[in-house]
């Protein structure tokens, strides 16, 4: 979810305001992805990295995380969202660990759509933490240990991942898990990426071939390379 910040900007309004519109733009997308029947989503909402930011930013990104939880959960559980929140707690405040965990808690039941908010995420932080894990237990680092050691073990990998904001960039999100996701890039800045947007990016990933290091015959069955019977 790119674009917050220059959305504001663009409006002479200071950041925080484009990531209140960004809130907006999620509750949107959550809804229009159960209506579209996807059982997975999953976001990136706040980096390793983005703690470099201004103090009065980031002070003002958790405080919309705690203040959109409070409000959010009731429809979001009548909804059928099952909400996770993936990424290091460590150094996240007492006041918004204690709100993560509730919202798991009071959505754990739910099963119409899977959740997932990267909040203090990196896709290395992800992969040397599983690597840590298997070292910890003594087990061999294979594909399969590996990936069962990784924060989202409970979803399987990305199909389609969406970057709004005009950046053509992973920017360190779900890089064990994209091996083969379709990657599509959009021009929307985040609080913009409305139900059309999400049709086109669907519409983009109907129309590829998605064939994870096979020839495009071998896609249909093998019927071309088969013999009659
Ligand atoms: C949202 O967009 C990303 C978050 C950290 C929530 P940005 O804040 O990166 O917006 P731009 O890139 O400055 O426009
Ligand atoms: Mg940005």
Known sequence: MDGNGR?????????????????????RCVRACIDRGVGVL??????????????????????????????????????????????????LSERIIASLVRAEGLTAHNSKLVFNVCFNYGGRWDIARAAAQLAARGEAPTEA??????????????????????????????????????????????PEFDEAALDAAIAA??????????????LDGGSRDRQPA
């Open 7 to 27: 959305w504001a900007t663009r409006r002479f309004l200071p950041r925080v305001a484009g990531h209140k519109q960004g809130v907006e733009a999620l509750r």
């Open 42 to 91: 999953t976001v990136f909402a706040f980096s390793s990295e983005n703690w470099n930011r201004p103090v009065e930013e980031v002070s003002g990104l958790m405080e919309l995380m705690v203040g959109a939880l409070g409000r959010e959960i009731p429809k979001l559980s009548a909804d059928g969202v099952q909400l996770h929140f993936i990424g290091e707690r460590g150094g």
């Open 145 to 190: 240990n590996l990936d069962r050691a990784m924060a989202l073990s409970h979803v399987p990998d990305p199909d389609l991942f969406i970057r709004t904001g005009a950046e053509q960039r992973l920017s360190n999100f779900l890089l064990w898990q994209s091996a083969y996701a379709e990657l599509f890039f959009s021009d929307k800045l985040w």
């Open 205 to 218: 990933y109907g129309s590829r071939e998605r064939r994870f290091g096979k020839t495009s015959a071998q």
